[in-house]
Nanobody
Framework: QVQFVESGGGFVQAGGSLRLSCVASGDNFADYTMGWYRQAPGNQRELVAR?????DTNYADSVKDRFVISRGANSVYLHMNGLKPEDTALYYC????????WGQGTQVTVVS
């Protein structure tokens, strides 16, 4: 069964950094384009960063030049720098197909 386990979130001051980690299991994720999503209270879940199996990356405008996605065969990471209060959200990893087996996510809270 497909499973995603996210970790690394926390409470940080504006301008700080965090590194999120995700371990994926239940399939051969090396073949998938993987992504990081986030959902703030009252908002829809949005895709903020993605990385193809070949290493091509794409970022939402709101995080471009601040966040960097990287990956292993069945893991994916999000290096977040220059954090802003508006980055506060629950962060999830998944493929860009948004498979239904979402993990619990990891909470990122940024205070000014």
């Amino acid at each position: 069964q497909v499973q995603f386990v996210e970790s690394g979130g926390g409470f940080v001051q504006a301008g700080g950094s965090l590194r999120l980690s995700c371990v994926a299991s239940g399939d051969n994720f090396a073949d998938y384009t993987m992504g990081w999503y986030r959902q703030a209270p009252g908002n829809q879940r949005e895709l903020v960063a993605r990385m193809s199996r070949k290493g091509d990356t794409n970022y939402a405008d709101s995080v471009k030049d601040r966040f960097v996605i990287s990956r292993g065969a069945n893991s994916v990471y999000l290096h977040m720098n220059g954090l802003k209060p508006e980055d506060t959200a629950l962060y999830y990893c998944n493929t860009v197909l948004a498979l239904p087996n979402w993990g619990q996510g990891t909470q990122v809270t940024v205070v000014s």
